[in-house]
């Protein structure tokens, strides 16, 4: 099983970009589908985005056009994205693997410690 660590959060102002990075252990990453959620303040958590092995893609609606997800298989990251920020994408961002794709899009395996994003407005 792979561990999942964030980074890259931070505040940044509505209308900015942030790229969330996630560096996962163990050697086995590229056969892994991975995933980011997300959990804004008093809110459940939601799905944000996900990608394949093979780096196929599948976003929220919330974010289509806007985040862009991709992997280094060699350097066993994921990556997230986040042009045009908004103020209602504020939240902790959660970084998630698991071996089927599916359940990476809904109840996903494992889970990283979780990164904040701050958007000002």
């Known amino acids: 099983q792979v561990q999942l660590v964030e980074s890259g959060g931070g505040l940044v102002q509505a209308g900015g970009s942030l790229r969330l990075s996630c560096a996962a252990s163990?050697?086995?990453?590229?056969?892994?589908?991975m995933g980011w959620f997300r959990q804004a303040p008093g809110k459940e958590r939601e799905f944000v985005a996900a990608?394949?092995?093979?780096?196929?893609?599948y976003y929220a609606d919330s974010v289509k056009g806007r985040f862009t997800i991709s992997r280094d298989n060699v350097k066993n990251t994921v990556y997230l994205q986040m042009n045009s920020l908004k103020p209602e994408d504020t939240a902790v961002y959660y970084c998630?693997?698991?071996?089927?794709?599916?359940?990476?899009?809904?109840?996903?395996?494992?889970w990283g410690q979780g990164t904040q994003v701050t958007v000002s407005s």
């Open positions: 998630v693997a698991d071996k089927v794709y599916s359940k990476v899009r809904g109840i996903p395996d494992t």
């Open positions: 163990g050697r086995t990453f590229s056969t892994y589908a």
């Open positions: 990608i394949s092995w093979s780096h196929g893609t």
